[in-house]
């Protein structure tokens, strides 16, 4: 019987076979350090963690950013002198997680890696509200400004909140208000319809503000 021809393959197709070869390893190695990111917050790190919290086949395009919060959550437990931290429940650390690893504008990623934190840190994971989770994905980052600086001023600000924090942040008064509808809207500001200039020039930060806020300082 003869023998079976071996046909040769092109400089070109053995690059090709490389490379596919070389994507195999980078997508378990990259799923591996997304499943040890999660697993910290949970807990424990299932195989099937990472397709739980995540859910999609593509979850490894993520490791980048979850590896940033990696970064930035174990700096804010240091910070805070968090010797050790505690497993976040499932049903706050899967939307938790889904909404933080969807996130790549810095301002934003400051809260979702401090909410996170808080979630892990036993002194502050009671304060820690499912509904932050739905809040903080409606913020845009100049909303997160805002709610940040009237936390911070929460008296009268001259000559009146709007037009202070526009001229604090080089913002138009336009975008100020906006900003403060959106956070009212979401239960983190209340306008003044007391004081004059009525209406959006004055705003003030509520009870639920100040506690999103203060669940995520420090």
């Known amino acids: 019987m003869a023998g079976k021809s071996i046909i040769p393959i092109t400089n070109s197709q053995a690059d090709a076979i490389k ?3 070389e994507l195999g390893k980078t997508v378990v190695e990259e799923g591996g350090q997304l499943a040890r990111c999660i697993g910290k917050v949970l807990g424990t790190a299932p195989q099937d963690a990472v397709g739980i919290v995540l859910g999609d086949p593509l979850h490894f395009v993520r490791t980048a950013i979850a590896l940033k919060y990696e970064e930035r959550i174990t700096k804010i437990l240091q910070d805070r002198n968090v010797k050790e ?6 049903s706050l650390a899967i939307p938790l997680l889904r909404a933080a690893y969807d996130e790549n504008r810095p301002e934003l990623q400051d809260l979702w890696a401090k909410l996170i ?8 994971s009671g304060r820690v509200r499912l509904s932050f989770v739905d809040a ?8 997160a ?5 009237r936390y911070e001023q929460q008296g009268d600000l001259s000559p009146c909140p709007r037009d202070f924090l526009a001229k604090q942040w080089n913002r138009t008064p336009d975008e100020i208000e906006l900003s403060a509808q959106n956070l009212q809207r979401l239960g983190c500001i209340r306008s003044s319809q007391t004081v004059e200039p009525i209406g959006w020039a004055n705003f003030y930060i509520t009870t639920y503000g100040r506690a999103l806020v203060s669940v995520c300082s420090g």
């Open 19 to 21: 490379a596919v070869a």
């Open 85 to 90: 931290t505690q497993p976040v429940s499932p």
């Open 117 to 124: 934190a808080a979630a892990m840190d036993p002194s502050r």
């Open 136 to 143: 903080l994905k409606q913020f845009d980052p100049l909303d």
């Open 145 to 149: 400004i805002v709610l940040k600086a």
